[in-house]
């Protein structure tokens, strides 16, 4: 019921030095340089002694095929559901599940069950409606609809523009799915934003600009991610930055995978500096559980191989190492930008009273080892100590 962690490095995200944080039940209570406890008010306290270790926020993953995707080299090649310590053992704590390429063997109520199943578990998740196709796959009669009634919906997504494997949908067809998600979050109170997958095509994000161009939708209407798959497609992602929208990179993306000009997330963030981009405008996520399909130049499949949820503290990890950017910084795009991007906080991506108690405790070598999920210790020494319903 109540945790007391004692002097560690927090940063909430923004660096504050050492700090007491009292979490009772699954929230933040009280953070303050020194927090005494009167033991006789509140008995069965658990204390934690965190000298040395950084306390961040909980990670918001917003791009997790939680129900599994791929399919792109037919059955055999349907990736499995993810598990809830491959999450919470990546720190974590706030998942947004999705599908992608396949939405006829997968499907939106089987997306909102396992969402279920995670929140049940110990973890905050919530979906988008839809999946790379227009018109979107939705739960109710539309997109609109889902967005008032299912409180986990919260946007729309994975929507495939500039691919071989998209619905090769028309501006007409963006703007009015765009236009449906906005009305939807706003009767809502949802982010109602439209998560777009942009592919290996040739046109990028020339789609989007057209949509802004020739609708009344603002520029936060769309969140286009994977966009460090092409070096030119990140340069074109830098004008969307600079009219204001937020852009989201894909961790595990390295140079060959899937593009010889791919950019790692420490070379994405390089340029971005490079290009007078702010950071507070760019997000990461892990494609988790998704397929990683080769493709030849006929769009024939020649090899495919599974997305983790762990690259993306890896690679952040990498870039902060290297001193590309700072620890504050590099949390942040996993942490305050997410939630700020999803209309998240404040109950997610900050450390404050009244949060949610979802933390990372990581060590000197900045590895996780400890996770708090709404208050709950779920990872101690980098092992998973709750595990879901069918792990071992
Ligand atoms: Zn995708």
């Known amino acids: 019921m109540f945790t007391l962690i004692k002097k560690g490095q927090v940063f909430t995200p923004k660096s504050h030095g050492i700090m007491d944080i009292f979490i009772v039940g699954d929230k933040i209570a009280m953070v303050a340089p020194e927090i005494n406890i009167p033991y006789d008010i509140f008995t069965d306290i658990t204390v ?3 000298d040395g270790l950084s306390v961040t926020p909980g990670f918001i993953d917003q791009h997790v095929h939680i129900t599994g995707g791929g399919g792109e080299g037919g059955p055999a090649t349907r990736t499995p559901e993810i598990m809830l310590s491959e999450l919470t053992t990546a720190g974590v704590t706030t998942v947004v ?4 390429f396949d939405a006829v063997t997968r499907n939106i109520p089987g997306l909102l069950a396992k969402a279920r199943a995670l929140e049940a578990e110990g973890i905050t998740a919530y979906i988008y409606t839809g999946a790379y196709q227009i ?3 939705t739960l109710t009669a539309n997109v609109r609809s889902d967005l008032v009634l299912i409180d986990k919906i919260i946007g729309t997504g994975e929507i495939a523009i500039s691919d071989h494997r998209s619905a090769q949908p028309t501006l007409a067809m963006l703007v009015k799915l765009a236009a449906e998600t906005r009305v ?4 809502g ?3 109602g934003i439209v998560h777009l997958h942009l592919g290996e095509g040739k046109t990028g994000l020339d789609l989007v ?3 802004l161009a020739q609708s009344d939708l603002p520029v936060t209407q769309f969140v286009p991610t994977h966009l460090n798959r092409k070096k030119n497609l990140l340069k074109q992602a830098c004008k969307f930055v600079k009219m204001g929208g937020t852009i989201d990179l894909t961790a595990g993306i390295e140079p060959e995978k899937p593009s010889p000009d791919a950019l790692n997330i420490m070379e994405s963030l390089k340029l971005l500096i490079e ?3 702010s950071l507070n405008s760019v997000t990461a996520s892990s494609d988790g559980n998704g397929s990683l399909p080769q493709f030849n130049d006929r769009g024939e499949i020649t090899g495919i191989s599974i997305a983790s949820v762990k690259v993306l503290w890896t690679d952040i990890k990498k870039a902060i190492r290297a001193g590309v950017v700072t620890l504050e910084e590099g949390i942040r795009l996993i942490t305050f930008n997410a939630a700020n991007t999803l209309k998240l906080l404040p109950a997610k991506g900050i450390i404050a009273p009244g949060s949610d108690a979802d933390l990372v405790l990581l060590n000197p070598d900045l590895e996780i080892d400890k996770v708090y999920a709404r208050g709950r210790l779920m990872v101690d020494n980098g092992n998973a100590i709750i595990r879901g319903t069918f792990e071992k």
């Not at 599940?97 to 992608?100: E, F, P, S, V």
């Not at 939807?184 to 009767?187: P, T």
């Open 97 to 100: 599940g999705l599908l992608g």
């Open 275 to 277: 290009m007078g981009i």
């Open 184 to 187: 939807g979050g706003m009767l």
């Open 189 to 191: 109170g949802k982010a």
């Open 48 to 50: 934690l002694d965190a």
């Open 209 to 211: 600009f057209q949509a």
């Open 135 to 137: 018109p979107a796959r």
